[in-house]
């Protein structure tokens, strides 16, 4: 073992997580990762969990925290501050609330180094004197999640505290100070905030609202996918979402969704599992045409749907938190993007003709 060692990778377990082995624990939340690469890593010292090396057999409990040390530090991209318009919504000495566009990567990695939101954001505190360690928190393995972790990550001083996939749109929170950023992932953490997504999905959602319980964890054939596991299993992490109709449109349904857990694409496949995946959503089979019929005239009109609105139909419409130093109930709304808006009016005016 080497005499010195970088930390890789640290997660600290859900209250409610279940004994599962160490090396599991890690393939589940390690992108790219395989359990040999883990295991080897074990024989080596590699892994602790709390502070002590332990082999693959070690069986994690709550509140574990678990590091992938190496005997090399972990490479590090250089934040390079970029002047991108930001669509701020609110601004104050200890945050801001920006509105991001569909199709920007909220933080560099995995080939997105540049033009992200934090480059953006790099550029427009520095224009305020302020220098700021914008990096995610070090429990985030995953660049397109739509939350980075229920676990508060106090190694994080400030910048992000959660993150929304690339092609979703919408409301996210950036601490700029120490004190923010610790006030706002402890809220995160224990699910205080206030968020609703808007979402079209595809076929005609029957109940008026519902709630999802299941696990999500890693697709056990694509690392890169997330899947539904029963709640209580093994697999994955506990997730709950709430949805509720806002229109039916026929062959695709208007829905507002409320999560109480924020899982990497939770939204996503847990509406896909019960049979209403995201309009457009190409990484998970939303980019067909799943509902309707095979007349050449609709299959045109979803290609102009398609078109008009060339990503996933999910738009993180409001958020709601405690202010860190004022202790005031914030609550911020951003409307649906013309893209989205358009998407709807297409299918508002489908359903008035076929009527």
């Not at 250089?78 to 669509?87: A, F, G």
Request: hydrophobic share 35%; charged share 25%.
């Amino acid at each position: 073992m080497a005499d010195e060692l970088f930390e890789h990778f640290r997660f600290v377990a859900d209250k409610g997580q279940g004994l599962v082995r160490v090396d599991k624990f890690l393939v589940d939340r390690i992108v790219g990762t395989s359990r040999n690469r883990i295991q080897r890593a074990a024989e080596g010292g590699f892994i602790l969990v709390n502070g002590r090396p332990e082999k693959v057999s070690y069986k994690v409990k709550p509140l574990d925290v678990v590091q992938v040390m190496m005997d090399r530090p972990r490479h590090s991209t250089e934040i390079v501050p970029e002047d991108i318009p930001l669509d701020i919504i609110y601004e104050d000495e200890d945050l801001l609330v920006v509105n991001k566009p569909a199709g920007m990567v909220v933080h560099p990695g995995h080939g997105n180094y540049t033009g992200t939101l934090v480059n953006a954001l790099a550029h427009h505190l520095l224009s305020e004197g302020i220098e700021m360690d914008l990096g995610a928190s070090a429990n985030d393995t995953d660049d397109d999640g739509e939350e980075a972790s229920d676990t508060p990550s106090f190694q994080q001083r400030c910048g992000l505290v959660h993150r929304i996939d690339k092609e979703t749109s919408g409301l996210l929170v950036i601490a700029k100070n120490e004190e923010a950023g610790t006030s706002l992932s402890r809220q995160f953490f224990h699910k205080t905030t206030r968020r609703l997504y808007t979402a079209l999905v595809w076929g005609h959602v029957e109940a008026d609202e519902g709630v999802i319980e299941g696990n999500i964890g890693r697709n056990k054939r694509d690392r890169i996918l997330m899947d539904f596991y029963p709640a209580g299993s093994d697999e994955g992490k506990p997730a709950v979402t709430h949805y509720r109709v806002l229109q039916r449109l026929g062959y695709v349904t208007l829905v507002e969704c409320r999560l109480e857990t924020g899982r990497t694409h939770q939204i996503r496949v847990h509406m896909k599992h019960i049979g209403h995946t995201l309009f457009n959503d190409k990484t998970y089979g939303g980019d067909q045409i799943l509902k309707g019929t095979t007349f050449s005239r609709y299959t045109q009109f979803v290609k102009r749907c398609f078109e008009v609105c060339p990503r996933q139909a999910l738009h993180a419409r409001t958020l709601g938190f405690r202010h860190p130093r004022t202790g005031e109930e914030m609550d911020f709304e951003a409307p649906l993007p013309p893209d989205m808006t358009q998407l709807v009016e297409l299918w508002n005016d489908y359903i008035s003709h076929r009527e």
